[in-house]
């Protein structure tokens, strides 16, 4: 009988149950939460609201809990991912699978209990989105992974509207356009300097599959549909001139960079200056764009 002494795993500590959640991404997640639930039209108690960004937040970490749970073996290989709990033998899959699930089962309650039951739908709906269809499903069997798993990271606006309305009307779903269409060109910017690492893993990001120079010509083109769906909410009257002229701006720059890419011919990882910069721009994007939402709505209410 295996006793605690002679166990190969010690007993999961919180750091690295913390670390399941990945902390880092679900940041993004919470803020593109609060944002959906300060621009959403009406008001909310705040107590209430604390309540669904905590539920959404619980929601996001079981979801990366679960994705670790899969991928254990994909994450030994990656120089970037060698370090987590699982791949580092620092906890058993056993341990992740059964937090991610009962964080899941929490999270989605809490929502509905708390909240209201369409939002609690739609949080559960991208929990499933994110650990079945885009974990388990695509991302080992097409190079579409990121553009179709895209969704999963695109549904925290949605809920946080959800949240406070009890509805989802055009405006939440220009928000998830916005995120979905923005994933591509973040990801495979990322993937283009660390390609030997998805090479080795077997993942077929678009780089491995379709090379380079494919990947960098659909970056320019995705930032065009980027760049029309984040003006879309100011040419259509949804919103005042603060969030317009930030998103015309803010999408002007994304896609200059774009297409930078676009026409680069850098093969070396370590000298795709391009690449790196409008990995790093997109996340400043995403986190302006949707602050210029709310400072909108705050101005113009």
């Known amino acids: ?21 990945k902390p880092r991404v679900m940041s993004l997640v919470i803020f593109t939460a609060i944002c959906g639930l300060m621009a959403a039209p009406g008001s909310i108690h705040p107590i209430i609201g604390f309540t ?7 929601g996001a970490g079981a979801s990366a809990a679960l994705n670790q749970w899969y991928e254990h073996d994909i994450d030994a290989v990656m120089k970037r991912t060698a370090g987590r709990p699982l791949p580092a033998g620092r906890m058993d899959r056993e341990t992740a ?9 929490f999270s989605v309650l809490l929502m509905g209990v708390a909240v209201n039951w369409l939002s609690a739908a739609i949080l559960a709906f991208s929990i499933f989105f994110y650990a079945v269809i885009y974990t388990i499903w695509l991302k080992r069997s097409t190079p579409q992974n990121i553009v179709i ?16 309305t009890g509805d989802v009307t055009l405006m939440p779903v220009l928000l998830f356009a916005i995120i979905f269409f923005w994933t591509p060109p973040h990801f ?8 030997s690492d998805y090479s080795k893993a077997g993942i077929p990001m678009m780089p491995v599959v379709a090379g380079r120079k494919s990947t960098r010509r659909q970056i320019a083109g995705y930032s ?19 969030y317009g002229v930030t998103a015309i701006v803010l999408s002007l ?3 200059l960079l774009s297409f930078r890419v676009g026409v680069s011919r850098t093969e070396n990882p370590g000298a795709m200056q391009a690449e790196k910069h409008l990995f790093k721009f997109s996340i400043v994007y995403l986190f302006a ?3 210029a939402l709310v400072a909108d709505r705050m101005i113009f209410a």
Request: hydrophobic share 65%.
């Open 1 to 21: 009988m295996t006793t605690a002494s002679t166990s190969p795993y010690k007993l999961a500590s919180a750091r690295d149950l913390f670390a399941l959640t």
């Open 52 to 58: 669904a960004i905590l539920a959404i937040s619980l």
């Open 97 to 105: 699978l059964h937090f991610g699930v009962g964080l899941s089962v």
């Open 149 to 164: 798993g895209g969704a999963a990271g695109a549904f925290p606006p949605v809920i946080g509207w959800a949240a406070v």
């Open 188 to 195: 495979w910017a990322l993937a283009l300097f660390v390609n």
């Open 224 to 242: 065009l549909i980027l760049t029309a769906c984040a003006v879309a909410p100011f040419a259509m009257g949804m919103t005042g001139a603060v």
């Open 253 to 255: 720059a994304f896609t």
């Open 289 to 291: 764009l949707f602050a």
